[in-house]
């Protein structure tokens, strides 16, 4: 029983380190993959486009990401206009947390990466409606054959009019609600001063009535008296 047990129990041991050799060789697998398909990867993120406002400033966005490490690594980014690719900017990065130096070959561009982020982004100030299009975040590590990697992110320029257009509508409709409701309140107003007229009136008149009986009365006592103090 007993060494059946250790028996039993030897198993799932070796089938551990069975799985373990296997996890391990799917890992090895996975590196060697991705080192002789994408060594290098370079993204703009999640989302690959910004809507931005003519005249805002807006951030390109590129991160690079290595596994077998760079050296030397160029990147660029590219403004594709109708098929023409304009260089904005280029640099060299000479090592892992060293910062390139980048030139600027394209008006309101501004180099905001670190390479201790391995952050390629850049910033593109006072945005027109001539802007718009695609940008090509691009990047070559000659420690893998100088291999191209590249991502596209897209900018779309909006009109701030649209917002004032909006806020315009609202204004409007707040404004004509106000009012509509302001009538609802001026008539009901209307009515409840017009329904206490009548209440204060109705009152009145039973004040007068009253208010007549009384002096009716206080005549015909004060009569009363008068007549009274003359007899004293
Ligand atoms: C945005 O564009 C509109 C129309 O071309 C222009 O009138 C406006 O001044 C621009 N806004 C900025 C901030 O440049
Ligand atoms: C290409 O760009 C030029 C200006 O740079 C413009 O005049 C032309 O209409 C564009 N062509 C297309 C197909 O968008
Ligand atoms: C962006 O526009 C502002 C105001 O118009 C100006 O002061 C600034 O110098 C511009 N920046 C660039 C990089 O052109
Ligand atoms: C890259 O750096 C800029 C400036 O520090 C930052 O705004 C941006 O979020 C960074 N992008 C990524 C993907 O980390
Ligand atoms: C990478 O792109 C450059 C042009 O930007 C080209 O000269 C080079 O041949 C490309 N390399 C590969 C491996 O495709």
């Not at 904005?88 to 905001?112: K, N, Q, S, T, Y």
Request: hydrophobic share 40%; with cysteine; net charge neutral.
């Amino acid at each position: 029983m007993d060494p059946r047990k250790s028996g039993s129990a030897g198993v799932p041991r070796s089938a551990r380190s069975g799985d373990a050799v296997h996890v391990a060789g799917v890992i090895l697998a996975l590196c060697v993959g991705v080192w002789y398909s994408q060594a290098l990867e370079v993204s703009v993120g999640k989302v690959h486009f910004v809507e931005a406002m003519n005249g805002s400033t807006v951030l390109l966005p590129c991160t690079y990401s290595s596994c077998i490490g760079i050296k030397n690594l160029y990147f660029s980014w590219h403004y594709n206009k109708n098929g023409t690719m304009d260089k904005m900017c280029d640099g060299v990065i000479p090592a892992e947390g060293i910062e390139p130096h980048v030139r600027i070959l394209w008006p309101r561009v501004e180099f905001i990466g670190s390479s201790k982020t391995t952050n390629i982004s850049i910033l593109l100030w006072n945005v027109t409606f001539d802007d718009e299009g695609e940008y090509t975040c691009f990047a070559r590590n000659p420690k893998e054959k100088n291999r191209n990697h590249s991502a596209i992110f897209t900018l779309i320029v909006v009109d701030e009019l649209k917002e004032v257009d909006n806020t315009v509508t609202i204004i409007i409709l707040s404004v004509v609600g106000g009012i509509i409701g302001l009538i609802i309140v001026i008539m009901v107003l209307k009515a409840l001063v017009l329904f206490i007229i009548r209440k204060v009136q109705e009152k009145n008149k039973e004040c007068l009535v009253s208010s007549s009986g009384i002096d009716n009365t206080e005549n015909g006592l004060s009569k009363a008296e008068n007549k009274a103090t003359p007899k004293a």
